[in-house]
């Protein structure tokens, strides 16, 4: 059983949607930029001697600083709109994951209290986005949906007692691209760093 916790650095989640009411324009481009967020990830699995698998369960949280809206009006006229964001991206996951720990001996040819390990995962998510935050935009309110979820991990294990580990890791959470609330959005990305800590029962 494992929980871990820290900082996200995502990237901007970009999307378009089409006006109704005039077909005839380009997709209007929307922009959330996102600041540094939090994340955070709970997991159960099974331990083998070089590999371990669990099954995580993960959050992470990112306020939309500005939003930006790129449209072409009817006279081809390209024009912007930003304005502070309104509310908050959201990404629930559910995955099964893989590592497999680097064993290191001492000069003794004991074990090493130090472990590096690698792992990656997939699975389900669940994308939330917020409304328009731009003045009389009715054509999106915000909302959810599903997406497939991967991540890569890089850590560094340390056995601070017989059965409990601390660790710190880096690793890349993704999505794939999901429309949401008529907007079809790009994927979205986040590099993440992690402190947590292991209990092996």
């Known amino acids: 059983m494992s929980v871990q916790a820290g900082v996200a650095f995502p990237n901007d989640l970009k999307g378009d949607f089409t006006l109704v009411n005039f077909p005839q324009v380009p997709p209007v481009q929307n922009r959330l930029d996102l600041d540094t967020g939090f994340n955070g990830e709970l997991a159960v699995g099974y331990k083998f001697p070089s590999l371990r698998t669990d099954l995580s369960v993960g959050y992470s949280n990112f306020s939309s600083q500005t939003q930006k809206l790129t449209f072409t009006n009817v006279s081809g006229q390209t024009l912007s709109l930003t304005n502070p964001g309104l509310g908050d991206v959201e990404l629930f996951t559910?995955?099964?994951?893989?590592?497999?720990?680097?064993?290191?001996?001492?000069?003794?040819?004991?074990?090493?209290?130090?472990?590096?390990?690698?792992?990656?995962?997939?699975?389900?998510?669940?994308?939330?986005?917020?409304?328009?935050?731009?003045?009389?935009?009715?054509?999106?309110?915000?909302?959810?949906?599903?997406?497939?979820?991967?991540?890569?991990?890089?850590?560094?294990?340390?056995?601070?007692?017989?059965?409990?580990?601390?660790?710190?890791?880096?690793?890349?959470?993704?999505?794939?691209?999901?429309?949401?609330?008529?907007?079809?959005?790009?994927?979205?990305?986040?590099?993440?760093?992690?402190?947590?800590?292991?209990?092996?029962?």
């Open 94 to 201: 559910v995955m099964a994951n893989a590592y497999y720990d680097f064993k290191i001996k001492n000069k003794d040819n004991t074990l090493s209290r130090w472990s590096p390990y690698i792992g990656a995962g997939i699975g389900w998510g669940n994308l939330s986005t917020p409304q328009c935050a731009i003045p009389n935009c009715t054509t999106f309110s915000g909302g959810n949906a599903s997406t497939f979820v991967y991540q890569a991990k890089l850590g560094l294990a340390y056995r601070a007692t017989q059965s409990g580990f601390v660790f710190l890791e880096a690793g890349y959470l993704g999505t794939t691209a999901t429309t949401v609330s008529n907007v079809s959005y790009d994927p979205l990305g986040a590099v993440r760093l992690n402190l947590g800590w292991r209990q092996r029962f």
